[in-house]
């Protein structure tokens, strides 16, 4: 910049006329101002002090020191006031491509901040140099008027992107520029210079310059815009300034003031309303290549949306790299690309990426290492920066990136489906910024919904290809049959182990029970509504057993209904063979009942000799009174009354010795399990009875306080019996080294709930040992010296 200021005050010197101060174009505050649109406003200060050596350099030869200094300090205030001002009013002050932007330029730009400076500007140099103050405001106001028409648009434009694009057109484009230009020399010097000093036949005067000039400037404006209007403009004031020099053309016969004037007002009131038809122009030839372009993104939109909709999930990516790829060619990007967060790891993402030299390989970036992107991306924040300066201050990593691969601009837009994001699609440019007019970044999410849709729906597939399998795995591997029924009972599924005849994938499994029902099978019925409940909802799950015969064996069948969690309904059917299990079964109740009789049989046998004493009594009896009765018949008249009662008495004997006989053999007896109705009070009396000698022998008394009502339960009389007997013989057996006024056996019953019957045992022994309670119904563990240790452990599973 500090170069550019020196050789435009060079040149400024150069465009004067001696021996007046003020030059006719004056570069070097339009170069500031130029610069101060272009950086940031923070960075002002730098530039306004690099520019201070090259103002002293270029005019302290010149000019007088105090003088020099004065004027850096009004150049910088006119450039100044122009740059403040148009970054508050403008909406892009580096731009000048619509008629409200080039309005505020000459305003403020050309009119207001050379208008302000003027006045200080002149002041010094009247009072230093003794030059006339309305001259020199006059000539130094319109000298910088005319420099800010010409050099500052045509300065930014260049800088933004004026020399590539110019480099890129077609040569077409540059034949033509060079027609321009020639005829523009040739006009100008037809109008202001001798033409015969370059051996060309024109008049020596023309009469009329807006007429000569206009057409190569209107030309201009039309077909190259500000920016080519402006560098016309500059080359037709410095052809001007030359041939003014040599008073020669319009020159000749005016004076150098008025010659000034003349050619300052000329070429001013020219450019202002050039510049803006040339604005107003570019306004429209933009708006036309938006419309354009909008259409054509819009054609390859659709092609894009359709590309999509029926795609299979193995091939979305590869599509998604080829229209990538296509998007790029077709917008002249610099790069696009794709990034999606990673379906195993959440933290990391998988890049795919096509740069004009094609696709790029697919990596993968932690999100760590992009932390302020990551975080505007599931945030579901649109990123738009227009320079590395727009990012954050805490964006280290971002900024970083920029400067490696030479980023200049660039846009990302979150993937957003299912109400998840999926990751980002960004577009980055490395030249010319194509990433940040509104309608581009608009159709760029139209882009990314596509690409998110898509994304989602693989991501969908995947997923639910992965259950199919995982199912399918699983059906396979079950030993048991499963079959998957929808809402009406059709089976949609079913696994390997499935072979229920008639039950294939397609027909009803409820019409096939109805049908079973139909054909004489009694269950049918009861399995075909049970399913039928669970498919309604009506029961949480359905369990039945049911037997079937094969040729060679009856054969039993478990069948477990559950509901099927899904909005649609239906349910899971799980069909086993328990034969082998209801074998097994059988097996163990035919050994647990052997063991029972065992239990009973040996407990007998412990009682042998309370049951001796207990028949005992009855026998005797029926012996004593036989023989009172033979005594009596032997009489010569016997006492009948007396004879009746000896045998009714000994017919009462008889018939307890045959009580305790039965019940000797409905202990002993070995049968099938018998459940029926019956009181637990009569059962619990009639075992204490049984028991009464045993007790009486080992000088024990039973208490009974049992309920008021009967308790009648359902179960076996003789199971019943046997747990009542372990009971209170374990319980004689724990007192026998009691007193004998303590050993008390007491027997309670009681109604719990209304629906359970308590029965409860207590005795006066030592108690159970700590530690011991979990080991009492182990089968084999008892604390006797004696006995097997089975009681209890027959008792509970009794």
Known sequence: MAVAYYVGAQLGFILRFPPTTPSVLWPPNSILTATLLLTPVRRWWLYLLAALPAHLAAELPVLPPLLVFGLFATNCAEALVAAAGLRWLSDAPTRFDTLPRMAVFVLVGALA?????SFPDAALVTAIQGESYSFVWRTRFFSNV????????AVVMAVRNGLPNFRAAAPRRHLEAG??????????M???????????????????????????????????GPGGLSVCLVATALLAVVAGTGESGIFVTQRA???????????????IPLMCLAAVIEERRQATEALATRLR?????????????????ATTHRALDEWLGRLGEHLGLDCIMIAEYSRTAADELVVRAWAPSGPLKPQTVACREVPWADDQLRQRQTVAVHDAGDLPPHAHAERLMFRLYGIRS????????????LGGLAVATTGADRASPAPFAGWLRLVAEVFASALERTAMEDALRASEGMKSAILSSLSNGVAVLDSDGTIVAVSQSWTIEGATVGSNYVTAWRETARAGASHGSDAAAGIAAVLARERDSFTFEYTARDPTAERWYSMVVVPLNQPDGGAVISHTDVTERKRAEANAQRSRQELAHFTRVSTMGALAASLAHELNQPLAAILSNAQAARRFLGAARPDLDEIRSILSDIVEDDKRAGEVIEGLRELLRKGETEVVPLDLNALIRDVVKLLGSDALIRRVRMHLDVAAEPLIVAGDRIQLQQVVLNLLVN????????????????????LCDGQTARVSVQDAGPGILTGQHDLLFEPFYTTKPTGLGMGLSISRSI
């Not at 901040?113 to 400076?117: D, E, H, R, Y």
């Not at 005319?146 to 648009?153: D, F, R, Y």
């Not at 009691?738 to 027997?747: A, F, I, L, N, Q």
């Open 179 to 188: 027609l321009l230009a020639s005829g523009l020399f040739l006009a100008s």
């Open 113 to 117: 901040a050379p208008f302000v400076s």
């Open 257 to 271: 003031a008025e010659a000034v004037l003349s050619l300052q007002i000329l070429l001013s009131t020219m450019a």
């Open 190 to 224: 037809g109008q202001f210079g001798n033409p015969s000093e370059f051996g060309l036949g024109l008049p020596a005067e023309l009469s009329a310059p807006v007429a000569v000039l206009l057409p190569f400037l209107l030309w201009s404006a039309v077909r190259f």
């Open 297 to 313: 993104l819009e054609e390859m939109l659709s092609r894009l949306s359709a590309a999509f909709v029926h795609l299979p999930s």
């Open 410 to 421: 660039c846009i990302v837009v979150p993937l957003e489906a299912g109400g998840r994001v």
């Open 146 to 153: 005319l420099a800010a028409l010409t050099i500052v648009p």
């Open 731 to 750: 319980a004689m057996d724990a007192m026998a080294d009691c007193p004998t006024e303590e050993r008390v056996v007491s027997v309670q019953t009681e």
